[in-house]
């Protein structure tokens, strides 16, 4: 055999070397790859969320969980893989109906569609919703408590003075003061009784204008202390407003003897801005927006019932109270509900 055939013979054997080693090295690719689909196909298949790619109307993929709920939807006439982003109400959850988030991913070819299933998060914002309601009547049955124990004790007290003075001058004298506890208990007893059944009967539309002027009367403040300015011929519940208006006015005028108020009105958006402003001492940073909260108050007389209730008020009309500058002199409220035409 001539050297260049031993050459010859030696690189077809290094070639067939070669090639077994790769084709060795291609069978173990391949089953590394087999066993990484594997596990890839197990880790899709246990996602609580589903998972569905779509082509065109064509459901390419879709794993057990998507097909839980693609199943769940079509037995109420839903298919899930159509829906748009946003939550997609379906019966059969776990308190008689359910919501799945759906959200859509582009993909090269198609789209992948993701389902949430949002029924147990609905229950379980139901129970911590239910769970705070208790707390807070707990939090506020302690403060009626408390409101209502001071002024009884002073009528408990003066009572027992009258049983042992013939004195008809002091008899008169202390009679007053029970008078007058008792009708402090009934104020906190009103004003808890409208906190909980706010008045809202037939809307008694009128102009922001006659609106101010029915609070200012209402609350027993010098007309000429208040300023008015903006769009105050803009008409919206009278009832509703001048209950708010008159709270805060009176807030105002119990805050400071000569206080000045300055009340703002524009239109935003849809809305009705009403900003009450005055130069009183103002709500403290501690306080903050606790002062909306019921049984929340600065004055010593104070029930704490008047901004809780006024928040109450406008939440029946769609809208809300904020505190705007806590912790800075002047108190600022913004009173806030829907034109009379959007609500």
């Not at 239109?267 to 009403?274: H, S, T, V």
């Not at 108190?331 to 509900?337: E, I, N």
Request: charged share 25%; aromatic share 4%; with cysteine.
């Amino acid at each position: 055999m001539t050297v260049g055939e031993i050459e010859l013979q030696q690189g077809f054997e290094q070639f067939v070397a070669a090639a077994t080693e790769l084709e060795r090295g291609y069978r173990e690719l391949k089953a590394r790859v087999a066993a990484f689909d594997e596990e890839r196909e197990s880790i899709f298949a246990a996602l609580p969320i589903g998972l569905i790619a779509v082509r065109g109307e064509t459901r390419t993929i879709c794993n057990r969980e998507g097909e839980r709920l693609c199943a769940l939807a079509s037995e109420h006439g839903i298919e899930l893989s159509h829906q748009r982003d946003g939550e997609v109400p379906i019966g059969g959850g776990p308190v008689g109906k359910g919501l799945v988030r759906v959200r859509r991913v582009a993909l090269p070819e198609g789209e992948l569609v993701m389902l949430e299933d949002r029924s147990h998060v609905q229950e379980l914002e139901r129970e911590v919703g239910r769970l705070d309601r208790l707390a807070g009547l707990s939090e506020l049955a302690l403060g009626i408590a408390h409101e209502i124990k001071n002024p009884l004790n002073g009528v408990l007290g003066f009572a027992d003075l009258i049983e042992r003075t013939d004195d008809p001058e002091t008899t008169k004298r202390y009679a007053g003061k029970v008078v007058a506890g008792v009708r402090q208990v009934d104020a906190i007893v009103k004003s808890l009784l409208g906190f909980a059944r706010p008045e809202r009967d037939r809307a008694r539309l009128s102009t922001v204008r006659a609106i101010a002027a029915e609070a200012i009367a209402a609350a027993g403040i010098a007309a000429a202390a208040v300023t008015i300015e903006g769009d105050l011929d803009t008409r919206a519940d009278a009832e509703a407003l001048v209950r708010v208006l008159a709270n805060l006015l009176r807030n105002s005028a119990e805050s400071r003897a000569d206080v000045s108020v300055a009340i703002t009105v524009t239109q935003r958006a849809g809305w009705l801005e009403i900003t009450v402003a005055d130069d009183g001492p103002g709500v403290s940073a501690e306080l903050g927006e606790r002062a909306l909260e019921p049984l929340v108050s600065t004055k010593a007389s104070g029930t704490g019932l008047g901004l809780s209730l006024s928040t109450r008020v406008l939440a029946f009309l769609g809208g809300d109270l904020r505190l705007l500058n806590p912790g800075v002199p002047g108190a600022r409220f913004l009173v806030r509900v829907p034109l009379a035409e959007n609500a």
